[in-house]
């Protein structure tokens, strides 16, 4: 694994910036400088300072402080749509490729074609907007959204590996159904699904940050870079900072998940090493 | 080619129906009383029926979706519960803003990407092919909503140059259509650039230089016109796609398009307006996946027989 980070320069940046995003995600109440929700009028619009280097937004709340809670935001929402959307998706679309026949047809044409009809955000939309705000209902719709990749990557990758001859040889020992899934199927597909998680995480923070920009996000007072974006749209002339800071922390951000998914993409697929 | 078209067409069938089911049933999502949510709270009682009933809401569920699609059928969206407007017709006077942005973006990420694809693919592993493979995932790392205001921070309040928001000139569609642009801009690329590699290493192109012909000209007229093929599928699936995340670039720009529509139901609580938005969107999405298919068993014919 050292090698493989040795190898690609961007990969290893990634991680240390995601490394550095857990640690502030995990860190952020107690390490923010100022309560992000204390308004401080007098202070309003603000340009960055000693006292305050991202400046104050519309309501004199201290930017950096937000940006950090903001991390935590984003991390809890991307890292809980992967965890759902992978364990529902890679069940299912395994599942289905498993067993073949009518659960395969259902899966493939209700769950995958179903979903996949929708351009993503606009579904997103489409549900957070009918469902109503709320981090809990935000988190539901992107699983949902997200599921459809993973069911169609783990459907495709059990497919090819219910053939081999490690799965054929299990059988033959009278290892059951299910455990022949768990135990033999499913691990051998897990790389690709890491590969969809990286990607994925980078696709979830995006998501959300783009429906707290329509205002259908998390709900205030609680920071996220998407509102944050859409606050500072009305201050572009007074106040530019409001929408550089939040939009360097969520590029940096999904930049380093594409790094290190990119990276192991090409690791895995030797055809696109190749070129 | 006709019985592809009809095996084609057949199969959008099942989908078309699954995504106006699921707009359908999307008012029935609504925690409590869509009614009650969209008068919001302290509506009087006798106003809430008289909407419940005025949208049909208070029929059996398959009546509901009967008088739907039959009114889909001929075209009819509902009415627009806050202004009273016809839905097709509110969303017939927004589309074309929004088609024109699209046919821009699409316009200006084809001016960047098969250049910038064509010379990462020929300088592979050098340092033009590492920056643009940079350049790439910056791109698809940067969502519209924060490229937007920087351009508007650069272009229209830095430099002058470009009018912050609304539709009018050529002027007016730079900033938005850029915005849109960058990550198609980026995908494209990469799907040139590995078209390319692809191409550059088949027989064809050897007898191209063994014949003595400029490297240039078995490049562009040999390798490009293959390469490009694989980039219609991509370019495709992205322009519906692009639709959906038009809704973001609208807002910010204030391009008074289907995106805007959409964002202005949203606001205002206007099921049937916003039922109307995404259905039309979706439906297109769907029509210019088909169109893509078609026009690529056009230019190559093997697709047919898959």
């Known amino acids: 694994m050292s090698s493989f980070f040795r190898r690609n320069k961007l990969a290893a940046l990634g991680l240390l910036i995601i490394a550095f995003l857990t640690f502030v995600a995990l860190l952020a109440p107690w390490i923010v400088p100022y309560d992000p929700s204390v308004q401080n009028l007098p202070t309003r619009l603000e340009g960055p300072s000693w006292d305050h280097p991202f400046g104050n937004d519309e309501l004199g709340r201290d930017i950096l402080s937000r940006v950090l809670l903001g991390t935590r935001v984003s991390m809890r929402v991307g890292a809980m749509v992967v965890l759902l959307s992978g364990i529902m998706g890679v069940l299912l679309g395994g599942f289905a490729g498993y067993a073949g026949g009518k659960a395969d047809t259902f899966v493939t044409v209700i769950v995958i074609n179903s979903l996949m009809a929708f351009p993503g955000i606009l579904l997103a939309i489409a549900l957070v907007a009918f469902l109503g705000p709320g981090i809990d209902r935000l988190i539901f719709a992107l699983s949902v959204i997200g599921l459809a990749g993973y069911a169609r990557l783990a459907r495709g990758q059990v497919l090819k590996v219910k053939t081999m001859e490690f799965v054929e040889a299990a059988r033959a020992l009278g290892a059951s159904g299910p455990r022949v899934f768990f135990l033999h199927v499913l691990p051998s597909i897990i790389q690709p699904i890491l590969v969809q998680a990286s990607i994925g995480m980078a696709a979830a923070i995006l998501m959300e940050a783009s429906l707290s920009f329509l205002g259908l996000g998390i709900a205030p007072p609680t920071p996220s870079w998407g509102a944050m974006l859409n606050d500072g749209r009305s201050h572009l002339f007074d106040a530019p900072h409001m929408v550089v800071f939040p939009s360097v922390a969520l590029v940096l951000t999904v930049l380093s998940f594409n790094f290190l998914g990119d990276a192991f993409r090409d690791w895995l697929d030797p055809k696109s090493l190749k070129s | ?306």
């Open chain 2, 1 to 306: 080619m006709a019985a592809f078209l009809v095996r084609r067409l057949l199969l959008t069938l099942p989908v078309v129906w699954i995504v106006v089911t699921l707009v359908f049933a999307l008012i029935h999502l609504v925690p409590g009383d869509p009614i009650a949510q969209m008068l919001g709270e302290g509506a009087p009682a006798p106003e809430i029926q008289r909407l419940r009933h005025e949208l049909g809401l208070d029929q059996p569920l398959l009546a509901q979706y009967k008088t739907y699609v039959a009114g889909l059928v001929k075209g009819d969206l509902g009415v627009s519960f806050r202004n009273q407007q016809s839905v097709s017709k509110a969303i017939a006077e927004r589309f074309p803003a929004t088609i024109e942005l699209t046919i821009a973006a699409i316009v200006v990420s084809l001016i960047f990407a098969v250049p910038a694809g064509v010379v990462a693919a020929v300088r592979r592993g050098r340092l033009a092919d590492k920056a643009i493979g940079v350049f790439s995932l910056f791109g698809v790392s940067m969502p519209n909503f924060a490229i937007g205001p920087l351009l508007i921070l650069l272009f229209s309040i830095a430099l002058g140059l470009l009018p912050v928001s609304g539709r009018g000139g050529i002027s007016h569609l730079l900033l938005p259509a850029g915005t849109m642009a960058l990550g198609l801009a980026a995908i494209t690329t990469r799907m040139v650039r590995s078209s390319m590699l692809e191409e550059l290493q088949q027989d064809y192109m050897r007898t191209a230089r063994a014949k003595g012909l400029p490297e240039r000209t078995a490049l562009f007229k040999h390798a490009l016109r293959n390469g490009l093929l694989p980039v219609v599928t991509i370019l495709g699936l992205q322009a519906g796609a692009l639709l959906a995340g038009a809704i973001i670039t609208e807002t910010i720009f204030a391009w008074p398009g289907l995106g805007r529509l959409t964002v202005q139901a949203i606001n205002a609580r206007d099921y049937p307006l916003l039922q109307g938005c995404i259905l039309t969107i979706s439906l297109t999405y769907i029509a210019i996946n088909l169109l893509t298919d078609v026009v690529y068993s056009v230019i190559d014919p093997r697709i047919r027989y898959e």
